[in-house]
């Protein structure tokens, strides 16, 4: 990580290693992995076979984020990746700071028969490296601290207040609220289903009704035009499309392939808007107990945290509104891409801290990068300026994670996606070069479906029936199933070294 050991003062319970480089950045050990890295570099300063290069497997370790912060601090606009200096990684932007670094020393630092620098961290760049980092130090032993006093190089750290929560990222979602646009999924009006989609359409007809799949296939292949194969079926079908779908109702009871007391519910105007729904009409008891359980069948997959969630929303009358499942919570903090996505963050803000380590001041206000906390959907720049400070640093964004029926079952069975994100820290502290806080994600999602939710079509899990049924319960059932916004939280720690 990107140490920055020699900007601080040494105190007496601070080691330092023996060994030919002098500067206090290049030699204090303090914490595990220290010796082996002040080792490491000394070796560098006296054998050719321990030079540090850009190889595969790419050379990493406390070593590399010494010499990377050491190159931040010689050499101001410095252009090593956050991915880089998060990984302590000798990468290809290392290498090209290594050179620029080596090219504009007067005279440059060559090779026997170089005419232009190379990428190399050798004999002679190491020792050109730890001689320009102890004439920044002064030469001195002279404490430091995180107010920022000390010598004229320590390390300055702005202190986070007590119970602050400081917002350091919002991806917000379209929930009507602040001038935000309004997701069709939190929409409960009666209306047709906004789709292109036959198939789609017939679908969210039958359900409405209640009818179930046995018809659904020949309604679906009626529509299509495709039920020439079937007309022994229906011997006198007619070329008028209304009176055609109503015998063809008639022989789908006849065929037991639809219920008698299911057909007693469709009335004309259901069929001559076919295979559009009768958006005057609600459904009925029937229709409503029908589609609830086919929903509640797909959402036994999610276990009790799904069918709790389900529970509330079957009884949801109001407008959306925010709602909190601790067991929701419970699943999402250990679910596999969530981790994914908070440890992808976390190594954005820890490549910022070490930056702004390297440049000799930490503040915690200046994890906020360019047009944070609020993002939009716009790909973010490798680096943006510090909020605070307007330095120009690695850029902090979280992903908003996607989840994995296979890997994050529980999770996907009740959010299907996310729709925002907030991420807040609290209780930040620097000391030494060790950095510690606590970050709390907020996670929106919408329970509710989409017009695209009903298409088989769309990429993903869609037009399942249980969807289907619950398109048609948000929009027509006579009380209740009213979407709403669920708010995940989940609490990780957050640690590393500057």
């Known amino acids: 990580m990107n140490k920055v050991a020699g900007i601080r003062g040494t105190s007496p319970k601070r080691g330092r290693g023996m060994g030919v480089l002098q500067s206090r950045h290049f030699t204090e050990v303090k914490l595990p992995g220290d010796k082996q890295a002040v080792d490491r570099l000394n070796d560098c300063a006296v054998k050719d076979s321990a030079h540090v290069m850009f190889t595969e497997p790419r050379e990493k370790g406390v070593h590399v984020s010494r010499i990377q912060a050491a190159l931040f601090l010689l050499m101001p606009g410095a252009a090593i990746s956050g991915d880089e200096l998060g990984g302590e990684t000798y990468g290809p932007s290392t290498a090209e700071a290594v050179f620029r670094y080596k090219d504009s020393r007067t005279p440059k630092i060559l090779g026997p028969g170089q005419k232009q620098p190379d990428r190399i961290v050798g004999i002679q760049t190491i020792r050109s490296l730890d001689a320009a980092m102890k004439r920044i130090e002064g030469g001195g032993n002279g404490g430091g601290g995180n107010g920022g006093g000390g010598n004229a190089g320590a390390l300055r750290v702005v202190p986070q207040p007590p119970g602050e929560q400081f917002l350091l990222a919002l991806v917000s979602d379209d929930d009507g609220n602040g001038g935000r646009p309004l997701k069709a999924d939190l929409d409960s009006t009666s209306r047709q289903l906004a789709s292109t989609s036959v198939v789609a359409k017939v679908r969210v007809w039958a359900a409405k009704l209640g009818i179930g799949a046995a018809a659904l296939d020949v309604l679906e292949k009626f529509a299509l035009g495709q039920l020439q194969p079937l007309t022994p079926l229906f011997p006198t079908l007619k070329t008028n499309p209304v009176m055609n779908l109503g015998e063809l109702l008639r022989g789908l009871v006849a065929a037991?392939?639809?219920?008698?007391?299911?057909?007693?519910?469709?009335?004309?105007?259901?069929?001559?808007?076919?295979?559009?729904?009768?958006?005057?009409?609600?459904?009925?008891?029937?229709?409503?107990?029908?589609?609830?359980?086919?929903?509640?069948?797909?959402?036994?997959?999610?276990?009790?945290?799904a069918l709790t969630m389900f529970s509330f929303w079957l009884a949801n009358t109001g407008a959306p509104a925010l709602s909190n499942?601790?067991?929701?919570?419970?699943?999402?903090?250990?679910?596999?891409?969530?981790?994914?996505?908070?440890?992808?963050?976390?190594r954005m803000l820890t490549a910022n801290l070490k930056r702004q380590g390297a440049l000799g001041l930490v503040d915690y206000h200046d994890l906020v990068t360019g047009p944070g906390?609020?993002?939009?959907?716009?790909?973010?720049?490798?680096?943006?300026?510090?909020?605070?400070?307007?330095?120009?640093?690695?850029?902090?964004?979280?992903?908003?994670p996607g989840m994995s029926l296979?890997?994050?079952?529980?999770?996907?069975?009740?959010?299907?996606?996310?729709?925002?994100?907030?991420?807040?820290?609290?209780?930040?502290?620097?000391?030494?070069?060790?950095?510690?806080?606590?970050?709390?994600?907020?996670?929106?999602?919408?329970?509710g479906v989409d017009d695209d939710d009903c298409e088989v079509a769309?990429?993903?899990?869609?037009?399942?029936?249980?969807?289907?049924?619950?398109?048609?319960?948000?929009?027509?059932?006579?009380?209740?199933?009213?979407?709403?916004?669920?708010?995940?939280?989940?609490?990780?720690?957050?640690?590393?070294?500057?």
Request: proline fraction near 6%; glycine fraction near 8%; hydrophobic fraction near 40%.
């Open 373 to 400: 906390p609020e993002r939009g959907k716009a790909p973010t720049a490798a680096e943006e300026p510090g909020k605070a400070t307007s330095r120009m640093l690695p850029a902090t964004e979280p992903d908003i």
């Open 325 to 346: 499942f601790p067991a929701l919570d419970a699943e999402t903090a250990k679910s596999t891409n969530f981790i994914a996505s908070a440890e992808n963050f976390e």
């Open 256 to 305: 037991g392939k639809l219920e008698v007391d299911v057909f007693a519910e469709i009335t004309f105007r259901d069929i001559l808007k076919f295979p559009d729904v009768d958006e005057t009409r609600k459904m009925s008891p029937r229709a409503v107990s029908t589609n609830q359980q086919l929903l509640r069948n797909e959402m036994s997959v999610g276990g009790a945290t």
């Open 458 to 498: 769309r990429k993903g899990i869609h037009g399942t029936p249980g969807q289907v049924a619950m398109w048609v319960l948000q929009h027509f059932a006579p009380i209740g199933h009213k979407p709403f916004l669920d708010q995940v939280f989940a609490t990780r720690s957050f640690s590393g070294t500057l």
């Open 406 to 447: 296979v890997q994050d079952t529980v999770v996907k069975i009740c959010i299907g996606s996310f729709q925002g994100i907030r991420v807040f820290l609290s209780d930040f502290k620097v000391t030494g070069r060790a950095f510690s806080g606590t970050l709390k994600y907020e996670l929106r999602d919408h329970f």
